[in-house]
């Protein structure tokens, strides 16, 4: 079983930055690592993911402004947050994707206006 902890979220005025870290208790080599968010009343959605190869894929909303990047040797999964808005507020969680599906418990995100 693979334990995922996130770091790096906080408090953040619209326009500003912050950057994601989720720490993996075993090896991410060749696995297909996700970041995803869920605000109060939405439904969890995918922000960004990238593959083993480092592919990547993100959601529209995020597109240009977010960048996920891995640093296997660390087992660890990050996402730069660039240009801030309210809508980004929300509790971020790292995902194992494949091969099998772990969780990590979230970090929260606010972007006050």
């Known amino acids: 079983q693979v334990q995922l902890v996130e770091s790096g979220g906080g408090l953040v005025q619209a326009g500003g930055s912050l950057r994601l870290s989720c720490a993996a208790s075993?090896?991410?080599?060749?696995?297909?690592m996700g970041w995803y968010r869920q605000a109060p009343g939405k439904q969890r959605e995918l922000v960004a993911a990238?593959?083993?190869?480092?592919?990547?894929n993100y959601g529209d909303s995020v597109k240009g402004r977010f960048t996920i990047s891995r640093d296997n040797a660390k087992n660890t999964l990050y996402l730069q947050m660039n240009s801030l808005r309210p809508e980004d507020t929300a509790v971020y969680y790292c995902?194992?994707?494949?091969?099998?599906?772990?969780w990590g418990q979230g970090t929260q995100v606010t972007v006050s206006s």
């Open positions: 075993g090896n991410i080599f060749g696995a297909t």
């Open positions: 995902k194992q994707i494949f091969p099998r599906p772990y």
């Open positions: 990238i593959a083993s190869g480092g592919s990547t």
